[in-house]
C-alpha cells in the first residue's frame, strides 16, 4: 500500500515540477481583431465564419483564449504539430507573420464563446464532473481544475485553453492523443501527457462529455 501512495505522490509531484518549469509571460500579447476578421476566409471552411463548427471532430475556436491559439498556430506553421486538417492550410499560415497570428487568435477571442449540451446520463456525468473537478487521488489523475479552471475557461496569461463548449469528439481525440504520446507539440504537451497517462476510454469520453457542457455563468 504504502508503495502505491508513493508512485502517486511521485507522479503528482513530476506534474507540479513540469508545471511549475514554463515560463509564464508578465504581459500578455493582444492583437487585433478587426484586423484578424480579414486573415480567416481559409479557416471559415471547417471552424466556422466566426469559430463555430459545425462538425464535432474539429474544434471550436470561438472565445478561446489568444495565447493558446498563437501557440497551436505557431506550432502548425513550424510543422511542430501536424493533422490532417490542417494540412491544406498550412502553406497560408507560412505566409503569415507573428503579429497577423496574434491578430487571428484575437478575432477568434473576440466571438461569442460556445454552450454545449452535454448527454443526460447520469453517470457519465458523474463520473466526468467527479474527475474534472477533483480527479482521481488513488488512481493518479490530477483534477481538470488546476489548469482549465472551474467553469472551464481555461487561463488566459499561461496560454492553458478554454475547454468549455468545446467540441465533444475533439476533446476525446485530443486526450487519446495526448494519452498514447501522439500529441507532443509545445511544453504543455508533457503536462497533458503525464496528466491524461491512466485514463481510460470511459474517463476520456465522460471528460469529453461534461467539458461540452460545462459553461461559464
Known amino acids: ?18 508545471a511549475s518549469e514554463i515560463e509564464i509571460p508578465h504581459l500578455l500579447q493582444r492583437g487585433n481583431a478587426e484586423a484578424g476578421a480579414d486573415l480567416v476566409a481559409t479557416c471559415a471552411a471547417c471552424h466556422g465564419a466566426a469559430g463555430q463548427s459545425i462538425n464535432s471532430d474539429w474544434p471550436n475556436l470561438a472565445g478561446q483564449n489568444q495565447r493558446y491559439l ?27 507573420s507573428d503579429k497577423q497570428l496574434l491578430d487571428i487568435a484575437a478575432f477568434y477571442n473576440s466571438q461569442p464563446l460556445i454552450i454545449g449540451r452535454a ?7 458523474a463520473l466526468g464532473e467527479s474527475l474534472y473537478r477533483a480527479g482521481d487521488l488513488k488512481r493518479g489523475i490530477p483534477a481538470c481544475t488546476a489548469c482549465h479552471s472551474v467553469n472551464g475557461a481555461g487561463n488566459d496569461q499561461a496560454g492553458f485553453p478554454g475547454v468549455a463548449g468545446q467540441q465533444r469528439n475533439y476533446l476525446i481525440t485530443t486526450l487519446k492523443e495526448y494519452r498514447d504520446l501522439q ?20 474517463d476520456i469520453e465522460a471528460l469529453a462529455n461534461y467539458m461540452h457542457g460545462v459553461y461559464q455563468q
Open 119 to 125: 448527454k443526460n446520463n447520469q453517470e457519465l456525468l
Open 183 to 202: 500529441r507532443d507539440a509545445g511544453d504543455y504537451a508533457l503536462v497533458m501527457q503525464a496528466v491524461s497517462q491512466n485514463l481510460k476510454d470511459k
Open 70 to 96: 498563437v501557440d497551436q498556430l505557431k506550432y502548425y506553421q513550424q510543422s511542430q504539430r501536424e493533422s490532417p486538417l490542417m494540412g491544406a492550410v498550412i502553406p497560408y499560415l507560412k505566409t503569415l
Open 1 to 18: 500500500m504504502f508503495k502505491t501512495y508513493l508512485i502517486i505522490a511521485l507522479s503528482f509531484i513530476s506534474f507540479v515540477v513540469v
